[in-house]
T-cell receptor
Framework: GDSVTQMEGPVTLSEEAFLTINCTYTATGYPSLFWYVQYPGEGLQLLLK?????DKGSNKGFEATYRKETTSFHLEKGSVQVSDSAVYFCALTSPMDTGRRALTFGSGTRLQVQP | DSGVTQTPKHLITATGQRVTLRCSPR?????VYWYQQSLDQGLQFLIQYYNGEERAKGNILERFSAQQFPDLHSELNLSSLELGDSALYFC?????????????FGDGTRLSIL
């Protein structure tokens, strides 16, 4: 079945450092890929998405590129802020289950940004 | 604010009891999804409804059931509760069932079983 693998956290960075959170997936066909962020005590917020190969999703300084050849969707940000501290989830929806659009999530990566 | 409303925010109950979690989707969204988030299982899909009809089931226990009403709000019913059911339960909604449509999440209901 489909699966998403994320790098284990926590990832601890100093403010203004460069961020990369790795995400790879296993799925048949061309899934849609998403990054969600969960701030403490809150629900999941959609951060960005990409729906076909070589698409780049971007939002709030975060970027991720859909790489079909490496089945990856790594999240990057050039300069993190303390306010970016949260848990980040990589997820996909499969094209194989018509009408079933449940998200398959990775295990989440906690990011801690220190001043 | 995602526009998805979940009530209650917190629920504390005992083993063997039954609870109902409620979700109002974003205006215009026809699909509703329920997910369970726990420390050991991560985020797991439970069930999906589209315009009042069940569309897909995931790892939902037989003790759990759900429905989507004509006004599109949804309820998740959990019965014969066990300690292991303690988790954060999220509702999400999307416009339809398109592959590329993102899901928007509520803030969740935290269920604690004593």
């Amino acid at each position: 079945g489909d699966s998403v693998t994320q790098m284990e956290g926590p990832v601890t960075l100093s403010e203004e450092a460069f961020l990369t959170i790795n995400c790879t997936y296993t799925a048949t066909g061309y899934p849609s890929l998403f990054w969600y962020v969960q701030y403490p005590g809150e629900g999941l917020q959609l951060l960005l998405k990409a729906t076909k190969a070589d698409d780049k999703g971007s939002n709030k300084g975060f970027e991720a590129t859909y790489r079909k050849e490496t089945t990856s969707f790594h999240l990057e940000k050039g300069s993190v802020q303390v306010s970016d501290s949260a848990v980040y989830f990589c997820a996909l929806t499969s094209p194989m289950d018509t009408g079933r659009r449940a998200l398959t999530f990775g295990s989440g990566t906690r990011l801690q940004v220190q001043p | 604010d995602s526009g998805v409303t979940q009530t209650p925010k917190h629920l504390i109950t005992a083993t063997g009891q039954r609870v109902t979690l409620r979700c109002s989707p974003r205006s215009g969204d026809l699909s509703v999804y329920w997910y369970q988030q726990s420390l050991d299982q991560g985020l797991q899909f439970l069930i999906q409804y589209y315009n009042g009809e069940e569309r897909a089931k995931g790892n939902i226990l037989e003790r759990f059931s759900a429905q989507q009403f004509p006004d599109l709000h949804s309820e998740l019913n959990l019965s014969s509760l066990e300690l292991g059911d303690s988790a954060l339960y999220f509702c999400a909604s999307s416009v339809g069932t398109g592959l590329r449509q993102p899901q928007h999440f509520g803030d969740g209901t935290r269920l604690s079983i004593l």
